[in-house]
């Protein structure tokens, strides 16, 4: 199963920008809908998540200290960067203590902000604007993975109006 982390990324963030791009067509017709219902979903997780990883690893930590050497040192830190999900731009990745999977949520912050730039300025020079600032502030290494996420933009482009043939679906 670890061996298949890299797959299980895949597919979530194809999966997410599928999500992503029938909520901004169907309910978050404004950019502030876009934006209230992302942050609610977001912080509905997040929130529980992160205090939970702080209860388990301090008190894992008052067990065994071992495994937990050093990695409580920049706890606030480390929760402060992931609470506002800034962290994996550019070069930085910053764990919330022991939640090594939540990294992922970084890179779809920056997914949900990149598709909302392009998505919901009725200018196309603002488009070009906002998207070329989203996507220098969230650096090259969260735009090397975002074109798995747009390939669920894709996907649901090309089935909003008619439902693929069986064979199509399941490739």
């Known amino acids: 199963i670890a061996g298949m982390a890299g797959e299980a990324v895949t597919v979530f963030f194809v999966l997410s920008g599928f999500v992503i791009a029938y909520v901004a ?8 809908s876009y934006a209230i219902s992302r942050a609610a979903r ?6 529980p998540a992160l205090l939970l990883t702080v209860i388990l690893d301090f008190s894992g930590a008052r067990i065994n200290p071992v495994p937990y050497e050093g ?19 550019w070069f930085v990745s910053i764990r919330p203590l022991s939640n090594i999977p939540f990294w992922s949520l970084g890179y779809e912050v920056c997914y949900y902000i990149i598709f909302a730039a392009a998505f919901y300025p009725r200018k196309l020079s603002t488009k070009c604007i ?5 996507c ?9 993975l975002l074109p798995i996420w747009l390939m669920g933009v894709a996907v649901y482009s090309m089935t909003r109006h008619r439902k693929p043939a069986e064979p199509i679906g399941w490739i």
């Open 25 to 32: 067509r169907a309910r978050d017709l404004t950019l502030s």
């Open 42 to 47: 977001l912080y509905s997780v997040v929130v």
């Open 130 to 134: 906002a998207v070329a600032i989203a």
């Open 71 to 89: 990695l409580l040192d920049d706890a606030v830190a480390g929760i402060g960067a992931n609470l506002l999900f800034v962290n994996e731009l």
């Open 136 to 144: 220098i502030v969230s650096g090259p290494k969260i735009q090397i």
